[in-house]
């Protein structure tokens, strides 16, 4: 007579390969997901800092008193961004440009108004474009603005 009782090696086995492939796609989905999601907080973040730029230009808020003039590391920095912009996004030509202000987290909090807020900003008030010195991936391609 055969004994049936227990679970076979060929079920185990199997079982695993089935969890492992589950988990696979959970973490790949996860992955992405919190990929997206730290590129609509870039997103809705410099969406935020434009619009608190466009009410204090309204009010006629002198921009110098606002954020730090840009020191020659962030103007470099600046400057390989423009550079490496194949996308045409950044209409800042100059990073030496007198209306250009640079803004960290603090600075954004102090100013703006805007709490957990995290990176560096450069604004051009000329043209009211907010850039991130830090960027957000999307896709493969790295952005510095919207």
């Known amino acids: 007579m055969k004994n049936n009782k ?51 230009l309204e009010e006629r808020i002198d921009y110098k008193t606002l954020g730090h003039p840009l020191n020659e590391e962030q103007k470099a920095k600046l400057a390989t961004i423009i550079a490496n912009d194949n996308n045409n996004m950044i209409s800042t030509e100059d990073p030496s440009a007198e209306t250009l202000r640079y803004f960290s987290s603090n600075d954004i909090n102090e100013d703006f108004e805007l709490s957990d807020i995290r990176g560096e900003f450069v604004i051009n008030f000329a043209n009211r474009e907010v850039i991130s010195l830090d960027g957000a991936e999307k896709n493969n391609v790295m952005y510095y603005t919207i």
């Open 6 to 56: 227990g679970i076979t090696l060929i079920i185990v086995i199997m079982t695993v390969v089935l969890l492992t492939i589950l988990m696979g796609l959970a973490i790949t989905s996860s992955i992405d997901t919190f990929n997206k999601s730290k590129f609509i907080s870039f997103e809705t973040n410099i969406k935020l800092i434009q619009k608190k730029v466009d009410i204090a």
